[in-house]
């Protein structure tokens, strides 16, 4: 079992719908999450982090954690073509001091 | 803006040669992390450091790559005796704090090599 899994994709969606991005980490024990945008060719984007279970928003942004569950989740409202990345899902495990990142999942916003 | 600064951006090395990639934290970071990125793939954790200190190495290959993060000057990730299956874009990230404390990391542009 890899410790960060998402969706590969691709997620199409519609300008103006919202988008919902998943992720589940193996190790229950984890306790922070991050959320980062990586446009083709270039360098990953913080855009979130949540360390509490619960909704917390930034702008058109939510982030979702669900610690029981192991399950954390993106959702972009108004999705916009500018919203066209692949969305990495990072995450924390205890006992040690790296991030370990999923594949992320690559998203597609149609005008 | 003082942000994470990688270079060189692009590194062309023969196999066998020696690549050494430099990054600058942002200001007022101590605590740099070195990823390996493949074409269509997930970053892989290498290296975790703060000054003068390897604090986890555990994503580094045992051989011909090491790492330092100096009192002075940029953070090196080394790969002696390049081979081909080396070539990737190489990110360096960077926090105010460490994991425990909530480590959100900034990246910077990355270096792209290619062994040929």
């Known amino acids: 079992q890899k410790e960060v899994e998402q969706n590969s994709g691709p997620l199409s969606v519609p300008e103006g719908a919202i988008a919902s991005l998943n992720c589940t980490y193996s190790d229950r024990g984890s306790q922070s999450f991050f959320w980062y945008r990586q446009y083709s060719g270039k360098s990953p984007e913080l855009i979130m982090f949540?360390?509490?279970?619960g909704d917390k928003e930034d702008g058109r942004f939510t982030a979702q954690l669900n610690k029981a569950s192991q399950y954390v989740s993106l959702l972009i409202r108004d999705s916009q073509p500018s919203d066209s990345a692949t969305y990495l899902c990072a995450v924390n495990p205890p006992g040690g001091f790296k991030t370990i990142f999923g594949a992320g999942t690559r998203l597609f916003v149609k005008a | 803006n003082a942000g994470v600064m990688q270079n060189p951006r692009h590194l062309v090395r023969r196999r066998g040669q020696e690549a050494r990639l430099r990054c600058s934290p942002m200001?007022?970071?101590?605590?740099v992390y070195w990823y390996r990125q493949l074409p269509e793939e997930g970053l892989k954790f290498m290296v975790y450091l703060q000054k003068e200190n390897i604090i986890d190495e555990s994503g580094m290959p045992k051989e011909r790559f090491s790492a330092e993060f100096p009192k002075e000057g940029p953070s090196i990730l080394r790969i002696q005796q390049v081979v081909r299956g080396d070539s990737a874009a190489y990110f360096c990230a960077s926090s105010a704090r460490g994991q425990l404390a909530g480590n959100e990391q900034f990246f910077g542009p990355g270096t792209r090599l290619t062994v040929l």
């Open positions: 949540i360390y509490s279970n």
């Open positions: 200001k007022g970071h101590s605590h």
